[in-house]
């Protein structure tokens, strides 16, 4: 019997616009959740919750304006990071990333809004999409752990990123290989 995880496969490009400018652009994801702003927060908020779906690991609470220490998976190196607003349940703001919750009647809108270098825009897309889908299932009381850099090929990851290349109108990249090798 296969478990959620395994059964697990994102689903086509969409949600996702760019807005092109300079090296950096701004990548802007949309996803509808059922779950209210209030919930949602706390899970972009709590180092524990973020361990369990988001692409980084973060030394302290995301929940009030300061300092705290990132560490990107992929990447051991530590990056200091500023959280330069907090606006609980609506805005939240840190490093290059800047996330919207707007209450629906049926859960919440929520908007990342991230500066990413544009030769890896469709990378970045392909990642968060993933890490979305892994942000609802947990939301939903069925997580199915982090599923990010190496560990997200296995789960759809170069046909996302080659999606969103074509919609981005940019050149798929070919993932490294040091990230096929961990599959």
């Known amino acids: 019997m296969m ?49 369990e ?3 980084f690991d973060v030394d302290g609470s995301l929940g009030a304006v300061g300092t705290v220490n990132f560490t990107w998976a992929g990447n051991p190196r530590v990056v200091e990071t500023k959280v330069t607003r907090v606006d609980a349940p609506r805005v939240l703001e840190y490093g290059d990333l800047r996330w919207e919750l707007e209450p629906l009647d049926s859960g919440t809108r929520l908007t990342l809004w991230i500066k990413i270098d544009r030769r890896f825009i469709a990378w970045g897309a392909a990642g968060w999409h993933i ?53």
């Open 3 to 51: 478990t959620v995880r395994e059964q697990y496969a994102p689903g086509p490009a969409s949600g996702a616009q760019v807005q092109k400018g300079g090296e950096k652009w701004t990548l802007i994801l949309v996803r509808q959740v059922r779950h209210s702003p209030e919930k949602v927060w706390q899970a972009l908020i709590d180092p524990a919750q973020l361990r």
């Open 131 to 183: 890490c979305f889908d892994v942000l609802d299932q947990l939301l939903n009381q069925t997580p199915i752990g982090r599923i990010v850099a190496g560990e997200a090929i296995k789960f759809g990851f170069q046909r996302l990123n080659a999606e969103y290349a074509r919609q981005f109108g940019v050149a798929v990249l070919d993932v490294p290989a040091k990230f096929i090798a961990q599959r």
């Open 53 to 55: 779906w988001a692409p």
